[in-house]
């Protein structure tokens, strides 16, 4: 299966090999099957190895962690290094992982080990990350509070690094992290360092954020990606109290589809959807913050090799998670950040297939909405509502409908019986179901998890 970020047809092509890259990184690229640069890629990778501070505006989903990664690589198999040498801060443990398991593809020709630290796990991996930061993995990839962990006990030698990477530094400052990220840059060297700043949008506070730590930075924008045209996008206009039912009644007809992704935008919401859903006979599991870190993986994996047909999630897994073969996205709520959406929805339609899109707007989330067709240039198609939940619409008032709408019988009764048991058949995919581990992140590692640093008995690098 392909996943290749989309060229600009305008932009001039450029092959991997005329970048001036190690032989171990182009024997890689090439196992993986990349062989032109992304826009990002080509315009990070030549400043980067030059040694030069980069400020980049790049999504998820245009080839920017190998924009980052690539050249710190080949410095590290150049001038191979036994002390921590590079940082790479994930706003999530679950990109930490992505990040982690992309790292191990690029790398595998290469002497390069890193380590995966990220909170949610027993002590014992505590121990192991404390053993790499002491003996020195030359990579590491942290969130930001779990390294601050580590770094406050005062064991980890920190002397060595020259490279930063803040990805998804929007995200960062958002979820809280920004007192984390100075005092992790604090703790740097700063004259040798280099930094490479990647953000999916520019607000002023990042960009006075970036101002303050980056030395004369090279400055890339990649244009802020539309949903790919063939996400089939729409829309229900809908009472809160209905959208349960909702969501039964679309899956009635959904059977077949192998990965349905439900965003919801509270944990509340993703627990009593699952159960009803559950109780509905679905094979549906919610990943949210809630769950243990091992929990979160095994259930991610489980619908990665398509033993789970549904999960419904919070914004969690809205950015960056590679999960390829995703059928239809539904946004249960409209989502805050207009970006988001494009998040959510990039979900589906990764590769050359198609996907579908469909967000629930109840009255409060009309203005929100609007935003979102704003920036993605597009009115998107509203679909009336299915006769039994005709009288849901969000004009009638939610509140006055709350008390005996909610589970009302018209509601219940539209999904009962029919939408139970995703047990039948369902579409073969040799290349998705447990499929073969690759650098795209899309491979069932389960809880494999990135806390060792490796380098024997690692996977080739391969996409699928
Ligand atoms: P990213 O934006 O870094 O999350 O990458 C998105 C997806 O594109 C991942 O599955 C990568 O493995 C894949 N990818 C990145 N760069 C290339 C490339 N130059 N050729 C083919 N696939 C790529």
């Given at each position: 299966?392909?996943?290749?970020?989309?060229?600009?047809?305008?932009?001039?092509?450029?092959?991997?090999?005329?970048?001036?890259?190690?032989?171990?990184?182009?024997?890689?690229?090439?196992?993986?099957?990349?062989?032109?640069?992304?826009?990002?890629?080509?315009?990070?990778?030549?400043?980067?190895?030059?040694?030069?501070?980069?400020?980049?505006?790049?999504?998820?989903?245009?080839?920017?962690?190998?924009?980052?990664?690539?050249?710190?690589?080949?410095?590290?198999?150049?001038?191979?290094?036994?002390?921590?040498?590079?940082?790479?801060?994930?706003?999530?443990?679950?990109?930490?992982?992505?990040?982690?398991?992309?790292?191990?593809?690029?790398?595998?020709?290469?002497?390069?080990?890193?380590?995966?630290?990220?909170?949610?796990?027993?002590?014992?991996?505590?121990?192991?990350?404390?053993?790499?930061?002491?003996?020195?993995?030359?990579?590491?990839?942290?969130?930001?509070?779990?390294?601050?962990?580590?770094?406050?006990?005062?064991?980890?030698?920190?002397?060595?690094?020259?490279?930063?990477?803040?990805?998804?530094?929007?995200?960062?400052?958002?979820?809280?992290?920004?007192?984390?990220?100075?005092?992790?840059?604090?703790?740097?060297?700063?004259?040798?360092?280099?930094?490479?700043?990647?953000?999916?949008?520019?607000?002023?506070?990042?960009?006075?954020?970036?101002?303050?730590?980056?030395?004369?930075?090279?400055?890339?924008?990649?244009?802020?990606?539309?949903?790919?045209?063939?996400?089939?996008?729409?829309?229900?206009?809908?009472?809160?109290?209905?959208?349960?039912?909702?969501?039964?009644?679309?899956?009635?007809?959904?059977?077949?589809?192998?990965?349905?992704?439900?965003?919801?935008?509270?944990?509340?919401?993703?627990?009593?959807?699952?159960?009803?859903?559950?109780?509905?006979?679905?094979?549906?599991?919610?990943?949210?913050?809630?769950?243990?870190?091992?929990?979160?993986?095994?259930?991610?994996?489980?619908?990665?090799?398509?033993?789970?047909?549904?999960?419904?999630?919070?914004?969690?897994?809205?950015?960056?998670?590679?999960?390829?073969?995703?059928?239809?996205?539904?946004?249960?709520?409209?989502?805050?950040?207009?970006?988001?959406?494009?998040?959510?929805?990039?979900?589906?339609?990764?590769?050359?297939?198609?996907?579908?899109?469909?967000?629930?707007?109840?009255?409060?989330?009309?203005?929100?909405?609007?935003?979102?067709?704003?920036?993605?240039?597009?009115?998107?198609?509203?679909?009336?509502?299915?006769?039994?939940?005709?009288?849901?619409?969000?004009?009638?008032?939610?509140?006055?409908?709350?008390?005996?709408?909610?589970?009302?019988?018209?509601?219940?009764?539209?999904?009962?019986?029919?939408?139970?048991?995703?047990?039948?058949?369902?579409?073969?995919?040799?290349?998705?179901?447990?499929?073969?581990?690759?650098?795209?992140?899309?491979?069932?590692?389960?809880?494999?998890?990135?806390?060792?640093?490796?380098?024997?008995?690692?996977?080739?690098?391969?996409?699928d």
């Amino acid at each position: 299966m392909n996943n290749i970020p989309d060229q600009t047809p305008e932009e001039e092509v450029v092959y991997f090999d005329e970048l001036n890259l190690v032989d171990e990184l182009l024997d890689a690229l090439d196992d993986m099957g990349f062989e032109k640069c992304t826009p990002i890629q080509a315009k990070a990778i030549p400043p980067s190895l030059e040694g030069r501070d980069v400020l980049a505006v790049a999504q998820t989903g245009t080839g920017k962690t190998a924009a980052f990664l690539l050249p710190i690589l080949d410095k590290l198999t150049r001038e191979p290094v036994s002390k921590v040498n590079t940082i790479i801060l994930e706003p999530t443990r679950e990109l930490a992982m992505q990040v982690d398991r992309q790292l191990e593809g690029f790398s595998f020709y290469t002497p390069a080990s890193s380590i995966a630290i990220y909170g949610g796990r027993d002590g014992h991996s505590m121990e192991r990350e404390k053993n790499a930061l002491k003996t020195g993995a030359p990579l590491v990839v942290a969130t930001p509070g779990r390294l601050i962990a580590h770094l406050d006990l005062g064991y980890a030698d920190l002397s060595g690094v020259r490279h930063l990477v803040l990805d998804e530094a929007d995200r960062m400052l958002d979820m809280g992290f920004v007192n984390d990220m100075i005092k992790i840059i604090d703790m740097l060297p700063k004259e040798k360092l280099q930094i490479l700043f990647y953000s999916a949008t520019m607000p002023g506070k990042i960009r006075k954020f970036s101002r303050e730590i980056l030395k004369n930075p090279v400055e890339i924008s990649i244009a802020i990606s539309k949903p790919a045209e063939k996400i089939d996008q729409k829309a229900f206009d809908v009472a809160d109290w209905a959208k349960i039912s909702l969501i039964e009644h679309i899956l009635k007809d959904k059977k077949d589809l192998e990965r349905i992704l439900i965003f919801c935008g509270r944990k509340k919401t993703v627990r009593d959807l699952t159960r009803r859903l559950q109780r509905k006979g679905h094979k549906a599991e919610s990943v949210s913050s809630d769950l243990e870190q091992q929990e979160r993986e095994d259930r991610l994996g489980d619908f990665r090799s398509g033993k789970i047909p549904i999960v419904i999630a919070t914004d969690v897994l809205s950015r960056g998670i590679h999960i390829d073969g995703i059928d239809l996205v539904i946004n249960f709520d409209v989502p805050g950040d207009a970006e988001d959406y494009v998040h959510r929805i990039g979900r589906t339609a990764r590769a050359s297939a198609e996907g579908e899109a469909i967000t629930l707007i109840s009255k409060e989330d009309r203005q929100r909405f609007k935003r979102i067709e704003e920036l993605v240039e597009k009115e998107v198609r509203r679909v009336p509502l299915p006769d039994e939940l005709a009288d849901a619409e969000p004009t009638q008032g939610r509140d006055d409908r709350e008390k005996g709408g909610r589970g009302s019988k018209k509601g219940g009764g539209g999904g009962r019986g029919r939408g139970r048991g995703r047990s039948g058949p369902r579409k073969s995919s040799g290349d998705r179901a447990g499929g073969s581990p690759d650098a795209s992140g899309s491979s069932n590692t389960g809880g494999g998890g990135g806390d060792r640093p490796k380098k024997f008995g690692r996977r080739r690098p391969k996409r699928d």
